[in-house]
C-alpha cells in the first residue's frame, strides 16, 4: 500500500481524474499507466466516472502500484493542470512519491538538491570513532559499536523487508477490489449484487445472471474463500458464507435448509413446516446475523443445496 499519501490525498486525486475527463477512455488510460489486466478489474465498465476514479485510485493505493499513480499525476494530470491552482498539488504528490525522473523531469525533488550539496552521513558513519590514536581497549570498545551499529541496521532493513512482504501478501485479489471498497463502506447491498455479479463471472454465467447446482458443485474454493475474508472481516463476522455454514451446522437448525433460511431471514417457516419467502428489507448490521450474501443463491431449493453443500465441502 502506499504509505505516504492518505485518504484526503488520494480523494483528491480521484476528484483531479474526474476533471480532467481522462476516464471516459477507461480502457485508453489503464493501459497508457500500464495497467494491462484492466479488463479483469470489476469496477472498470460498471460504474459512473466519480466511482470509475475512486475506484482506480483506490485499487492502485491497495496492491502499491507506485509507478501507475506517478504515471497518472505527472504524464496524464500535469499537462491538464499545469498552471493552475491543482498544479502545486500534484508536484507534492510526485515528490512524496519519489517520482523518478521518467515522470517528474519538471518536479525536482527539494531534498534531493540539498544532498547534492551537503550529502547526509550514512548512520554507521555517525557511530564509528577515530581509533587511531586510541588505546587497545578503546579501539575494540569502537570495533564493538561499528558491528552494533552495522547489526542494527542489518535488522532494520530485514523488518522493513518483511513488513513489505506482509503488506503484499494482504492485498487483496484485484478482481475484488470493488467489493472491498462497498464492504468497507457497509453498502451492504450493493456488495450482495457484486459478490453475485463476480461469482456469476467467475462461473462463466454472467448473460445467464444465475447459479445452478452444477456451477456450485465447480465453484472454486479459493474464491469462494476470498469472498467469505472480505464478508467477515468488514461485517465484524455477521455475514459471510462461514457464518452462513455454522448456522446451518448448529443444533437449532441441524442442516435444515429450510430453517436455515427462516433462521437467517430470508423467509419464515410456519407451525405446520411451511415455508414462505418474504421480500428482504435494507441491509444494517442490525440484520439476522448469516442473511449475506443472497442473491447469488436466489434460485430453487435444490441449488441452495448446493450452494451450502460447497461451502461445507470447501472448508469455508
Known amino acids: 500500500m502506499l504509505q505516504d499519501l492518505n485518504q484526503d490525498e488520494l480523494n483528491a486525486l480521484a476528484n483531479l481524474l474526474v476533471i480532467s475527463q481522462k476516464g471516459k477512455a477507461r480502457e485508453a488510460l489503464c493501459i497508457k499507466i500500464g495497467i494491462s489486466h484492466y479488463k479483469e478489474l470489476g469496477f472498470m465498465y460498471e460504474s459512473s466516472e466519480d466511482s470509475f476514479a475512486i475506484n482506480l485510485i483506490n485499487y492502485l493505493n491497495t496492491v502499491?502500484?507506485?509507478k501507475a499513480i506517478c504515471h497518472l499525476c505527472c504524464k496524464e494530470l500535469a499537462p491538464i493542470f499545469q498552471g493552475g491552482k491543482h498544479e502545486s498539488f500534484l508536484k507534492e504528490i510526485a515528490v512524496k512519491l519519489n517520482c523518478n525522473q521518467e515522470?517528474?523531469?519538471n518536479y525536482p525533488n527539494p531534498s534531493t538538491v540539498e544532498q547534492q550539496t551537503?550529502?547526509?552521513p550514512s548512520l554507521v558513519t555517525e557511530f564509528r570513532i577515530n581509533s587511531?590514536?586510541?588505546?587497545?581497549?578503546?579501539?575494540s570498545q569502537s570495533t564493538r559499536l561499528n558491528w552494533l551499529a552495522g547489526g542494527a541496521i542489518f535488522l532494520i532493513?530485514?523488518?522493513s523487508l518483511a513488513g513489505f512482504q506482509i503488506s503484499r501478501t494482504q492485498s487483496v485479489n484485484s478482481r475484488y477490489i470493488q467489493l472491498q471498497n462497498l464492504l468497507s463502506q457497509e453498502r451492504w447491498q450493493d456488495a450482495d449484487r457484486e459478490t453475485a455479479n463476480r461469482m456469476w463471472e467467475l462461473a462463466g454465467k454472467w448473460e445467464e445472471r444465475s447459479l445452478q447446482a452444477k456451477d456450485f458443485e465447480n465453484f472454486s474454493c479459493e474464491d469462494l474463500r476470498t469472498i467469505d475474508n472480505l464478508w467477515t472481516?468488514?461485517?465484524?463476522?455477521h455475514f459471510g458464507f462461514s457464518i452462513q455454514k455454522r448456522i446451518f451446522q448448529s443444533s437449532d437448525v441441524?442442516?435444515?435448509?429450510l430453517k436455515f433460511m427462516s433462521q437467517i431471514g430470508w423467509g419464515k417457516l410456519d407451525e405446520k413446516g411451511i415455508f414462505s419467502y418474504v421480500p428482504l428489507p435494507e441491509y444494517s448490521l442490525s440484520s439476522p446475523e448469516g442473511e449475506l450474501p443472497w442473491i447469488v443463491t436466489y434460485q430453487g431449493s435444490g441449488d441452495r443445496n448446493a450452494y451450502i453443500s460447497r461451502i461445507i465441502k470447501c472448508r469455508i
Request: charged share 20%; aromatic share 6%; hydrophobic share 15%.
Open 233 to 237: 472481516k468488514y461485517s465484524k463476522q
Open 157 to 159: 532493513g530485514l523488518a
Open 132 to 139: 587511531s590514536n586510541q588505546p587497545d581497549g578503546a579501539k
Open 64 to 66: 502499491g502500484n507506485t
Open 103 to 105: 515522470f517528474r523531469h
Open 254 to 257: 441441524n442442516n435444515d435448509l
Open 118 to 120: 551537503s550529502p547526509t
